[in-house]
């Protein structure tokens, strides 16, 4: 699988193996656990930046989603192995930002789920929309060649 067979440029990848306990009673992934793979990759990413839960905590923010659209295109079974990237896609640098996802099957490179989740910052001591800090700032920052690819693709 090239990089060119994602959706966009320069994405973080975070890996996951199905396990038994994703299945549900058709013998596939439940769509509900891609949501939760889409949460593990949304925190490794976090994580990948050098940032941890108690940076958190220190900035009194926090990320809420507020809106996702999810579609699912493909089953995984028990033993597959998923690539999920993640982009920031729109990002004010103040309150809100767009994160997107894109999981591929890696033993054949098939695309089986693709969601976009719109977030907005929060103040974790009120539960209120706050401003992003330096460092929410930072890390929900469009990288130039995904905005690059997506005003091509406008």
């Known amino acids: 699988m090239a990089d060119s067979d994602w959706d966009l440029p320069s994405p973080y990848i975070h890996r996951v ?6 299945m ?14 889409a949460d593990e990759a949304a925190w490794t990413h976090w994580f990948s930046k050098g940032y941890s839960m108690e940076a958190c905590g220190d900035e009194d923010r926090g990320i809420a989603i507020i809106r996702t659209e999810a579609d699912y295109l493909g089953h995984v079974h028990v033993g597959d192995e998923l690539e999920c990237a993640v982009w920031i896609t729109q990002s004010d640098r103040r309150l809100r930002a767009e994160r997107r996802y894109q999981f591929r099957r890696v033993s054949d490179g098939v695309t089986v789920f693709r969601a976009l989740t719109k977030v907005v910052c929060f103040q974790l001591s009120t539960g209120r929309p706050a401003r992003m800090t330096p460092i929410f700032q930072e890390h929900y920052s469009v990288l130039p060649e995904v905005a690059e690819a997506l005003a091509a693709a406008d």
């Open 24 to 37: 549900d009673a058709f013998g596939h992934a439940n769509n509900a656990r891609y949501l939760e793979w």
């Open 17 to 22: 193996t199905v396990t038994e306990a994703a």
